[in-house]
């Protein structure tokens, strides 16, 4: 039976909207996604609508509070999980906020980097794939699947409507 875990992935953009708000995770030796560069989110609770999730872990990840938010995509990442997990996420991209971003969490480090670098910094294999779409402009939200096997994605499609 599929029973993925529901979470959102959020993209910060600048107030000029060229750079990005990535976390390093970089604080705890026993973090799955120790020494790479992702946007912020994660699960979603039982009392939240998917926006309201969104909203709620950049606050708690950044300390900052939405303004615009876009949806980009969704993802349905089967096998993903530490555990063979699946996972169907909901990727953001935010176009304002209010407030100053926390520099670190427990996360790891946060910074902004330029939108036209972050494909250089160490990240999740699977993420390569989908980036593009959320910062390429076209106004059709993304569906994509990504089945991982052994840690890494097995195959990537997409269809946009």
């Known amino acids: 039976m599929y029973k993925p875990i529901?979470?959102?992935?959020?993209?910060?953009?600048?107030?000029?909207?060229k750079q990005v708000l990535l976390i390093h995770r970089n604080r705890r030796s026993d973090?799955?996604?120790?020494?790479?560069?992702?946007?912020?989110?994660?699960?979603?609770?039982?009392?939240d609508d998917?926006?309201?999730?969104?909203?709620r872990e950049i606050r708690e990840e950044a300390g900052i509070e939405c303004g615009e938010l876009e949806l980009?995509?969704?993802?349905?990442?089967?096998?993903?999980?530490?555990?063979?997990e699946d996972w169907l996420g909901f990727i953001f991209l935010i176009h304002s906020f209010t407030g100053k971003p926390m520099t670190h969490s427990d996360e790891g480090d946060l910074a902004w980097h330029p939108i036209e670098?972050?494909?250089?910094?160490?990240?999740?294999?699977?993420?390569?794939?989908?980036?593009?779409?959320?910062?390429?402009?076209?106004?059709?939200?993304f569906h994509g699947y990504m089945p991982y096997r052994d840690g890494k994605p097995a195959a990537w499609s997409f269809e946009r409507i």
């Open 6 to 17: 529901v979470a959102t992935l959020g993209y910060v953009l600048s107030p000029d909207q």
């Open 31 to 47: 973090d799955d996604h120790l020494g790479k560069y992702n946007g912020l989110g994660g699960k979603m609770d039982a009392d």
């Open 50 to 55: 998917i926006a309201t999730c969104m909203k």
């Open 72 to 84: 980009r995509g969704t993802i349905n990442w089967t096998g993903f999980g530490p555990q063979g």
């Open 117 to 141: 670098n972050m494909m250089d910094l160490p990240m999740w294999e699977g993420d390569r794939h989908f980036l593009p779409l959320v910062f390429d402009g076209d106004p059709k939200v």
